[in-house]
């Protein structure tokens, strides 16, 4: 009797440090959530809103500026996801070597750029392909170039510049959870595929990936996540520009509620389209790397 009472004293104690904390959880997300489901289901501008049902949602196919931010998006996340993962992970593996000299001063380089602001590492690219920026001086004293490129106001070289600073920013965050899991894995696993002849490549691809895919598929989903919501460097950078070429979703759903005279309801359903999308990504993501 004694053990039971004591059993749902504790239990009691459980309960009084868990729901302060999911209290904050639902106030600080899942009621925000609710409320922009509701305001996805009312049309109107500014505060003069009322219930349209899905009409939103059934707005959001023929919406061409939408369409294109989905594009353009989709185009960042299949071109430079797999170059960031990949780079981040060669690194993570130079990075763990045990050999390597230094290796507190280059992981603090690597990393170095994912602790700059957002704002500030786009507005350093920005300057850096700017008309009479570093990038276009040095082609033309190469002779790369015969006069300055603008590769702001090109729809293709824009989104380049775009994918460039993504990459250079967010590497660095992905080292350090490969380097992690790297470190993890028994260095007795690498010195018996040595001694049985491996290469430094059939080591990578047949221990270090296989073993890292847990990691990698964690960092796929989080790098999908963050790119499908961009919105810092193309805002800073090109500001969707030129015309939408590189407009984010994310950047459409800002210009919709404080841009085009204010659509509140239709911004929360584009909100909601960025939630579909990552889940039904994550899913598949999950799906094919998880085969438990």
């Known amino acids: 009797m004694a053990k039971t009472s004591l059993t749902k004293k504790i239990n009691l104690f459980g309960w009084l440090f868990v729901i302060p904390a999911a ?9 925000p959530m609710i409320s922009a489901f509701l305001l996805s289901l009312q049309s109107g501008r500014g505060n003069n809103l009322k219930f349209a049902g899905l009409k939103n949602y059934a707005r959001l196919f023929e919406d061409e500026m939408f369409l294109t931010s989905v594009g353009n998006v989709i185009t960042y996340l299949v071109i430079q996801v797999p170059i960031m993962l990949l780079l981040a992970l060669v690194l993570a593996s130079m990075l763990n070597d045990p050999k390597l000299k230094g290796k507190g001063i280059f992981r603090t380089l690597i990393f170095l750029p994912c602790a700059t602001s957002l704002v500030s590492s786009a507005m350093i690219f920005k300057s850096f392909f700017s008309i009479d920026g570093i990038v276009n001086t040095t082609l033309i004293s190469l002779g790369f170039l015969e006069g300055p490129m603008s590769w702001l106001t090109h729809p293709v070289w824009a989104k ?3 994918i460039l600073t993504i ?17 993890n894995i028994d ?3 690498y010195e018996a595929a ?9 080591q990578f691809f047949n221990i270090t990936i296989p073993l890292l895919k847990p990691v990698i598929l964690l960092t796929t989903i989080m790098s999908t996540n963050g790119t499908l919501q961009l919105f810092d460097e193309v805002r800073n950078i ?22 085009y005279n204010p659509q509140f309801g239709y911004a929360a359903a584009v909100s909601y389209a960025i939630l579909v999308m ?3 990504l994550s899913f598949i993501q999950i799906k ?5």
């Open 278 to 280: 990552v889940a039904v």
């Open 238 to 259: 090109t500001n969707g520009g030129p015309g939408i070429a590189t407009l984010s979703i994310s950047q459409y759903i800002y210009n919709l509620s404080f841009m």
């Open 288 to 292: 094919v790397g998880d085969k438990r």
């Open 187 to 189: 260095r007795s696993v």
């Open 160 to 162: 380049f510049v775009i």
């Open 194 to 202: 040595r001694i049985d002849g491996a290469s430094a490549s059939r």
């Open 23 to 31: 209290l904050f959880i639902f106030i600080l997300n899942f009621f």
């Open 167 to 183: 990459t250079w920013r967010w590497t660095g965050y992905n080292t350090v959870f490969y380097l992690a899991g790297l470190q």
